[in-house]
């Protein structure tokens, strides 16, 4: 895996990377600005020039001096006191994009923090170590970088390999010392959202890949199905304005190409119900949401998040208190991202009922070769149902959820980092119900003995690799899981 290198800042790609284990180094322009940065709050500090959070007190405590000897307690304090997180911890991937966008939030240098700091950072990465970090507890950021900067300075839990050890035991190992806070490095090691942007960054990952599958399985169930394939025709589909629709039409046209099933079906249905029909009408409307998702993920980490900006120069300081870590725009983008995966999930459990439903299928039974005896998919129906309702909870929007923290001092709450968990929840069901209808698709054509088209044939060669024919002969589930986990980790072929 190539090794990514931040200069300006990273892109969402870039994040998504380092979370699948690409090693992260800081490049020699991005040190200069972190340093240049520091010797700014150094200036600070030294002039005595009030600023928040780096010789004042935090959010309702904003009017409270801090002097110049209790500076450094105060970044240790703010550590344990907002290390708050509840449950169980994130996942090794989700925790190393929240830590990549950190450091590429700190490169663009108006942190103020120490290189030192944001190399420990990287050191951890580097090393597959991986803070524990619970998952919930958190109405915007805060906690979750709390928890990882916890084990900078000895304190804290993380994951190495399979064995879970303290933070003073991370820093042994590597010959290492807690490292001990300056002003502002405190504030700044809890501020932004690194979380919500980080986690963001993985949703777009796998939505990517879960649009393409969804394509790809929908192609195989119409083809099963005996669809109509006129409704994706290019001259139909031109009558709408350029957008991805049109992209979606040529792939299914691709796919259903020489189907001799199709041929087989030709002259039965003047049309198809819309599970099928408006496939590129609705995964498109998903891929437009996407690229609008992505260009605002961009854009926040080509963005400060930190709260107070440094600027200036050591002579002539400045800072800015702001509200660049309230997150609006990654909140509002994560919700209409999940409400988009929802939406394809949800009609790729319609095509499944179509095809484990004789009354429209013109198949055996819940796709089973001894119907009565066998249930076949009859169930695995059922828990799709289930899955696409949980969705629909899910996708209710993040971003208007209320709440008043900190003694009115934050009165207003944008839930950035709950919008981007519950994406990835929405997403890890979709992925699941999309693997079920792709087994349905692919027990749909052992009963279908017309040739397949050969972009349809590849998938189900695919499928076949893992997965064998089913005969009510092992848990279902088993075979669920590894269709869902095909998805999450390939790309169809």
């Known amino acids: 895996m190539t090794d990514i290198v931040v200069e300006t800042h990273l892109g969402w790609r870039d994040i998504a990377a380092v979370a699948e284990g690409a090693r992260l180094h800081l490049g020699e322009a991005a040190k200069r600005r972190i340093s240049d940065a520091r010797a700014i ?77 944001v190399e420990a950072l990287v050191r951890l990465l580097n090393a597959d170590v991986t803070p524990l970090v619970p998952a919930k507890g958190s109405v915007g950021y805060l906690s979750h970088m709390a928890h990882i900067a916890l084990v900078l300075i000895g304190a804290g839990r993380a994951q190495v390999g399979d064995k879970k050890v303290t933070g003073a035991e991370v820093l042994a190992a590597g010959g290492l010392a807690p490292l001990e ?61 350029p957008s991805a629709l049109q992209a979606v039409g040529a792939t299914l046209r691709g ?64 800072v800015h208190s702001e509200a660049h870590a309230v997150g609006a725009a990654i909140g509002l983008a994560l919700d209409q991202l999940a409400i988009a995966v929802a939406e394809v999930a949800a009609m790729a459990e319609r095509r499944l009922d179509r095809l484990v439903n004789p009354l429209v299928s013109g198949l055996p039974a819940f796709l089973a070769a001894d119907s009565g005896v066998n249930s ?4 695995a129906q059922y828990a799709a149902v ?7 909870r899910l996708a ?69 690799g893992v997965v064998r024919p089913y005969m009510d002969d092992r848990p279902l589930a088993d075979d669920m899981a590894a269709a869902a986990d095909l998805i999450r980790a390939t790309l169809p072929a």
Not at 265 to 279: E, F, I, N
Not at 423 to 448: C, D, P, S
């Open 41 to 117: 709050v150094e200036a600070i500090v030294d002039r005595g020039i009030r600023a928040y959070g780096v010789n004042t007190g935090v959010g309702a405590l904003c009017d409270v001096v801090v002097d110049r000897p209790l500076q450094r307690q105060l970044s240790h304090n703010i550590l344990m006191s907002h290390a708050t997180g509840i449950g169980a911890p994130l996942g090794v991937v989700e925790t190393r994009a929240i830590m990549a966008t950190a450091v590429s939030n700190y490169a663009l240098g108006y942190s103020g923090v120490r290189l030192e700091v």
């Open 255 to 318: 796919r259903l190409a020489g189907s001799g099933i199709i041929a087989a079906g030709a002259g039965r249905k003047t049309q198809d119900a819309l599970s099928m029909r408006a496939v590129p009408h609705v995964h498109g409307a998903a891929r437009d949401a996407f690229v609008a998702v992505a260009e605002v993920v961009g854009w926040e980490l080509a963005s400060v998040s930190d709260n107070p900006a440094i600027v200036g120069t050591p002579e002539d300081p400045g």
């Open 376 to 379: 076949g998919f009859m169930i």
């Open 386 to 392: 289930s899955l696409v309702n949980e969705n629909r």
């Open 396 to 464: 209710l929007p993040a971003s208007l959820d209320g709440g008043i923290t900190s003694a009115l001092q934050e009165d207003h709450l944008s839930h950035a980092t709950p919008a981007s968990l519950k994406a990835l929840a929405v997403i890890e069901n979709a992925e699941a119900i999309l693997g079920i209808e792709l087994l349905a698709a692919g027990q749909a054509h052992e009963f279908r003995p017309e040739g397949r088209a050969a972009g349809t044939d590849r998938l189900y060669r695919q499928l076949r």
């Open 181 to 241: 806070l300056g002003a502002k490095e405190g504030l700044s090691l809890v501020n932004g959202i690194p979380c919500a942007t980080g986690l963001a960054a993985l949703a777009l990952k796998r939505t990517e890949r879960v649009l393409d599958w969804a394509d790809a399985i929908a192609a195989l169930t119409i083809e099963a199905l005996m669809g109509n394939p006129a409704a994706f025709d290019p001259v139909s589909l031109s009558l709408r304005a």
